[in-house]
């Protein structure tokens, strides 16, 4: 029977029940909560890239683990291990005031610590497993710990191995970063160009390029405090240069990036262009400002959000013949 209420815990604010919930401070708490709670269970960080679309038949982990702590350095480089329930965006203003550079980019991505490496997140150019060295996981079926280095887990495009092989396996405790005690930045990545720009920057400082990003993110993204929502519902789509060239024949305004030997297709122009963009149903809606962010617009019940969700993804696969699939973690599905 399903009795607490995780509205609290995901930022689309919908209310949907688990069966227990239980936050999680140490390791310590870890184990007995896998002695005293039968399987199955979920674990959750900020809820921040999770649609409940209904209720669920599990115990929720919430991880709460704190802490960031220098565990070796040399005169280039410090490792930073981090507790799995630390927000991200602490983390990253904290290596800013250090002068530890690799994370400013990946400045103000909501959500936990322990989180960042499932999807590998990634904004402006710049992805986790770029600084990532290693990180470690309790089993939620034996309890025994796992030490899981880069090469492990199999990172790619808001991808790693804990999105497949080992979805849902283990509960990620600490994960541990290297950062460069030299100033090394990206900025590639062409709105943040225009907007150092605009500022006569020349020469940004790890916190000019950090501020510039947090204010291009809240000029563009709805804050899940007052609009609910996960950032980017779907994935951009990536397929073969030949369907590209196809489909830019048919769109000749079609927004791509080369992927490789491929090509990433804006799911967002996608969306858009089907004609979602604004539109509003039972509750559940697209954002105005971006067609790739779906909102809550007054639903207490994920399921609505998973409705449109599927909507869209059908009415872009009819239009374009691509298939758009959610970066979002769906739990709970009917
Ligand atoms: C406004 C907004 C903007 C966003 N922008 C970006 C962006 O630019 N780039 C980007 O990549 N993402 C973005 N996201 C998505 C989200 O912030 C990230 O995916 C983030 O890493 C989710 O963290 P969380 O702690 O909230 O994870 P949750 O939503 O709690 O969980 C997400 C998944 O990770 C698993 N998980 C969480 N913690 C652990 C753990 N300790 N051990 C094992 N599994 C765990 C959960 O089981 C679930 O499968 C955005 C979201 C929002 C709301």
Same mark, same amino acid.
């Given at each position: ?5 995780? =509205? ?71 490792? #930073? ?9 602490? #983390? ?12 400013? &980019? ?21 992805? !986790?497993? !770029? ?61 943040? =160009? ?34 609910? &929502? ?11 240069? !030949? ?47 971006? *067609? ?16 449109? *969700?599927?909507?869209? !993804? ?21």
């Amino acid at each position: 029977m399903s009795s607490a209420s995780l =509205q609290p815990f995901n930022s689309f604010g919908v209310n949907a029940h688990c069966k227990n919930l239980i936050k999680i401070y140490s390791e310590q708490d870890i184990y007995d909560a896998l002695l005293t709670y039968e399987a199955p269970y979920n674990v959750i960080g900020g809820g921040s890239n999770i649609l409940l679309a209904g209720d669920l038949e599990s115990t929720v982990l919430v991880n709460q683990i704190k802490g960031i702590q220098v565990v070796d350095e040399d005169d280039n480089h410090v490792l #930073l291990t981090v507790g799995g329930g630390e927000n991200w965006h602490n #983390l990253v203003l904290w290596s800013i005031s250090h002068n530890l550079s690799g994370l400013q &980019n990946l400045s103000l991505i909501p959500g936990s610590v322990g989180a960042a490496p499932i999807q590998n997140i990634g904004a402006y150019g710049v992805e !986790q497993s !770029q600084c990532f060295h290693s990180l470690r996981a309790i089993s939620l079926s034996t309890g025994l710990t796992k030490v899981y280095y880069k090469e492990d887990c199999q990172f790619g495009y808001r991808d790693s191995v804990f999105k497949k092989e080992d979805a849902g396996k283990y509960i990620i405790t600490h994960v541990t970063y290297i950062l460069s005690k030299k100033v090394e930045i990206n900025v590639s990545y062409g709105a943040i =160009q225009a907007e150092l720009k605009n500022r006569n920057i020349e020469d940004p400082t790890l916190k000019q390029i950090s501020d510039v990003i947090c204010d291009i993110r809240v000029s563009k993204l709805p804050d899940p405090l007052l609009i609910g &929502n996960a950032g980017s519902f779907f994935k951009n789509p990536i397929i073969t240069e !030949q369907a590209y060239e196809d489909l830019l024949l048919k769109y000749p305004d079609i927004v791509a990036y080369p992927a490789n030997d491929k090509m990433k297709l804006s799911a967002g122009w996608l969306i858009d262009r089907a004609g979602w963009k604004g539109h509003s149903q039972n509750g559940a809606a697209v954002y105005k400002n971006h *067609a790739l962010v779906l909102i809550n617009d007054g639903t207490d019940n994920g399921g609505d959000i998973w409705q449109l *969700a599927m909507d869209i !993804q059908a009415d872009v696969l009819s239009k374009f013949g691509v298939e758009i699939v959610p970066e979002v973690n769906v739990w709970g599905r009917p």
